[in-house]
């Protein structure tokens, strides 16, 4: 009797782990997707001359696992050279010598990426935001943004320069009118 339970048991073990192999061939092993949205409702400003124009993007997380995002800033052509650019990701933000930056994301969570640009000078500035998933690096988006730096008008700058010149000489016109004594006519 006791080797009939013996024999059920070895039996039944192999039983249980034939039954366990085969059914771990018939499971794939779920992988994560990659996938993510990267977008912007401006993509072109004009830009005043030493004031910060500020341009704002979404990252969005669309896969089925975590995932962290390259992001580069990249000047094609160069903005002109007197021009301030930052860009904030991830909760830091980064002065123009840092041109890249990680986020990590789960699904559906998103980062927000604004580029801010403060021209100091005249001119056109185009920069490209690039984001790439190192889940699947063949996954890249990017976005271009133009600032068009401008001053003000040359017409508006005479205006204010010939505004100036007349308030003076009006100024100094009536100076000198108080200091001269006046001429008292006799008949």
């Known amino acids: 009797m006791k080797s009939l339970t013996k024999d059920r048991l070895i039996v039944g073990a192999v039983f249980s782990v034939l039954m366990l192999c085969l059914s771990c061939l018939g499971v794939s092993e779920a992988r ?3 996938s993510f ?6 993509t072109e400003k004009v830009a ?9 993007s979404t990252l969005t997380n669309t896969g089925s696992g975590e995932d962290t995002y390259d992001i ?3 000047e094609k052509p160069p903005t002109p050279e007197n021009w301030w650019m930052q860009f904030c990701s ?4 980064h002065d123009s010598i840092i041109t890249n930056a990680q986020v990590t994301l789960n699904p559906g969570e998103k980062d927000y990426i604004d580029l801010k640009i403060l021209p100091r000078i005249t001119g056109n500035g185009n920069v490209t935001m690039r984001v790439t998933s190192q889940s699947n690096p063949s996954l890249k988006d990017s976005i271009t943004f133009i600032a068009k730096g401008r001053g003000m008008p040359a017409l ?4 204010m320069i010939t505004l100036i010149v007349l308030i003076s000489s009006s100024a100094i016109y009536l100076i000198y009118q108080r200091l001269t004594p ?3 006519s006799r008949r």
């Open 32 to 34: 994560a997707q990659a």
């Open 48 to 56: 005043a001359i030493w004031d910060t124009t500020v341009f704002s």
């Open 90 to 93: 991830g909760g830091s933000c």
């Open 156 to 159: 508006t700058i005479w205006g």
């Open 182 to 184: 006046s001429k008292v």
């Open 72 to 74: 580069d800033m990249i």
């Open 37 to 42: 949205t990267y977008t912007a409702p401006f």
